[in-house]
C-alpha cells in the first residue's frame, strides 16, 4: 500500500486504477467506485462527521463499503458494527468507542436512545454530493473479535495496519474478487481493501441470500478471486450451484484447513490456485500458503523480515507491523507481550518439517487428564469419503469427566454403495486406526447440517 502521511482510502483507491471500470455489488445494487467521485451515500452529510467517532451499522455490506471508503481520513474513527452483534452491547460500545455520530441504514432502539451529534441515513444510492474529502486524520478503524463470547472485544487498528500485506498495484488482467465473509468482519475487511487498494471489483456476499444464491450473483459477475472459511467452502460444495463459478483463485481462512477440504477444492475447481492464510484480528495477516498441503512449512518460524514468528509452549506467537495498536475499552488488558509478540492461541505441532494447526487453547476437550483438540479429531473423520464436514464436542462422563463424540453430515450415498454399509463404525475405524484411544469418539452421530456462525465459522461450545 502506498505510505505517506493521512493517506486516505479514497486517495489510495484512485491512484490503484480506473475508478469508473471498478465496481461493488451487493444483493440489491451495483455501483462504480467512480461515481463516489462526485457522489455519496451519506444523503451530503459527509462533511458534518468530520473529526467524529463515527459507528457504521447499516445492514447492507454495500452501503458500509461505500461509508468506509468516504468517511476514511475524514471521521477520526469508525466502528463496524458486525450486525450479528447482540443490541444488548451497543451501550457498551458506544461508550467506550466515545461515539459521537451514527451511519445507518435502518431504525433500530439501541441506536435512535443514543446521545449523539449526527445521525446519518446511509443507503446504497449513490447521490450527487460535493464533499471536501481532504484527508485530515488518520483514523483509527475499531473491529470486532470473531470469537467473543460475552462483551464483545474491540480491536484497534489502522489503515496501514490493516492494509500491510496487500499490494496496491492493478493486476495485469481483470480481476474480480468475492468472498462469503462480512466485511465488517477481520477476514471479509481484507479482501474489501484488497480491491479498494489494489484496482479490482467486488461482489459481496449478503445474510439474505442463501449459499446457492450468492453462488449464483457471484457467477452472474464472472468472479475471479474468492475467499471464505473451510465451513464456507464445505457448505458451498454441497450445493450444485457451486458449479457456477470458475475461479482461478480460491483462498481459505479462520479456521483450520485440513487436507480433506484442500483436496475437495482443487478437484471441484482444477484450474484455480488454492492457498489457505492465517490470520488474526489482533495480529494481522502473517502468511499464505501455496503448496496445496494443510499446515505450513517450518522454516517460517524464526525466518527475519516484517512478520516475525515463533511457538512457545505450542502456542503460535506473532510479531509484525501488521498487527493492532491495543484493545478499546477492556481496561488494562495488554494486546501484545512485552516483547511485541502477540499469543494468538492457537496450538500448532510440528511433524518432520512442516507445523500443523491442531485448535485453540481454549477449545480443548480434558478426557481424564488428557488433551484432546477437536479440530484434530475432525480431521481424520472427513477424511472419510462419504463426510462433508465434522464437529467434535464434549459430552460428561462420570469416569472420565468428559468423552469425545462427533456430529457428521454425509454426502449423498452413491448408487452403488454395499447393501447394509455401516458409515458410523468405519469412521469409528478410521480414528482407531490414526488415534490415540481417549481421541476417539464415543459416538458419532450423523446430523442433516451444523449450526454456523454469522463469521462463518461453526459453532463450538468450548469445553
Request: glycine share 8%.
Amino acid at each position: 500500500m502506498p505510505q505517506g502521511d493521512r493517506l486516505s482510502l479514497w486517495s489510495a483507491a484512485g491512484a490503484a486504477g480506473d475508478l469508473s471500470a471498478r465496481f461493488l455489488s451487493g444483493h440489491d445494487a451495483t455501483v462504480a467506485l467512480g461515481d463516489l467521485a462526485d457522489g455519496s451515500v451519506l444523503s451530503g452529510r459527509g462533511r458534518e462527521l468530520r473529526g467524529c467517532s463515527v459507528l457504521v451499522a447499516t445492514r447492507s455490506q454495500l452501503t458500509a463499503a461505500l461509508a468506509l471508503v468516504e468517511l476514511d481520513s475524514i471521521a477520526r474513527r469508525l466502528i463496524l458494527y458486525p450486525p450479528d452483534l447482540a443490541a444488548e452491547h451497543a451501550a457498551f460500545v458506544m461508550a467506550s468507542a466515545e461515539v459521537d455520530a451514527i451511519v445507518s441504514d435502518h431504525a433500530a432502539p439501541e441506536w435512535e436512545s443514543a446521545a449523539v451529534r449526527s445521525r446519518v441515513i446511509g443507503n446504497s444510492k449513490i447521490e450527487p454530493a460535493n464533499d471536501d474529502r481532504t484527508p485530515r486524520h488518520q483514523t483509527e478503524w475499531i473491529l470486532f473479535t470473531s470469537g467473543t463470547t460475552g462483551r464483545p472485544r474491540m480491536v484497534v487498528h489502522t489503515l496501514a495496519s490493516l492494509a500491510g500485506a496487500i499490494a496496491s498495484a492493478a493486476p495485469a488482467s481483470p480481476v474480480v474478487w468475492s468472498t462469503f465473509y462480512d466485511i465488517r468482519r477481520y477476514g471479509g475487511l481484507q479482501i474489501f481493501l484488497r480491491v479498494v487498494l489494489g484496482g479490482t471489483s467486488l461482489v459481496l456476499s449478503s445474510a439474505r441470500d442463501s449459499t446457492a444464491d450468492f453462488l449464483i450473483r457471484a457467477g452472474r459477475h464472472q468472479v475471479t478471486h474468492i475467499s471464505g472459511t473451510p465451513s464456507h467452502w464445505r457448505r458451498a460444495l454441497m450445493s450444485p450451484a457451486a458449479r457456477c463459478i470458475a475461479p482461478q483463485y480460491v483462498r481459505l481462512s479462520g479456521e483450520i484447513a485440513d487436507q480433506p477440504i484442500l483436496d475437495h477444492l482443487h478437484a471441484f475447481y482444477p484450474h484455480a490456485r488454492v492457498a489457505h492464510a492465517f490470520a488474526s484480528t489482533e495480529a494481522g495477516v502473517a502468511f499464505e500458503v501455496r503448496d496445496g498441503s494443510a499446515g505450513f512449512p517450518a522454516s517460517l518460524i524464526g525466518q527475519p523480515g516484517d512478520v516475525e514468528m515463533r511457538v512457545e509452549d505450542g502456542s503460535l506467537r506473532i510479531r509484525s507491523p501488521r498487527t493492532a495498536t491495543r484493545y478499546l475499552g477492556d481496561g488494562e488488558r495488554r494486546l501484545a507481550g512485552e516483547d511485541g509478540f502477540i499469543d494468538t492461541g492457537d496450538m500448532v505441532e510440528l511433524r518432520g518439517d512442516r507445523y500443523y494447526f491442531a485448535g485453540r487453547r481454549d477449545g480443548v476437550i480434558n478426557v481424564g487428564g488428557m488433551k484432546v483438540h477437536p479440530e484434530e479429531v475432525e480431521a481424520v473423520i472427513n477424511r472419510h469419503p462419504r463426510v462433508r464436514m465434522s464437529l467434535v464436542r464434549t459430552r460428561k462422563n462420570p469416569v472420565t469427566g468428559a468423552l469425545v463424540v462427533a456430529d457428521v453430515v454425509l454426502r449423498a450415498e452413491p448408487e452403488d454403495s454395499e447393501p447394509g454399509r455401516n458409515v458410523e463404525t468405519e469412521i469409528l475405524q478410521l480414528c482407531r486406526d490414526v488415534l490415540p484411544r481417549h481421541k476417539v469418539p464415543a459416538a458419532i452421530r450423523v446430523v442433516p447440517e451444523l449450526a454456523f456462525a454469522a463469521t462463518g465459522k461453526m459453532v463450538r461450545c468450548h469445553a
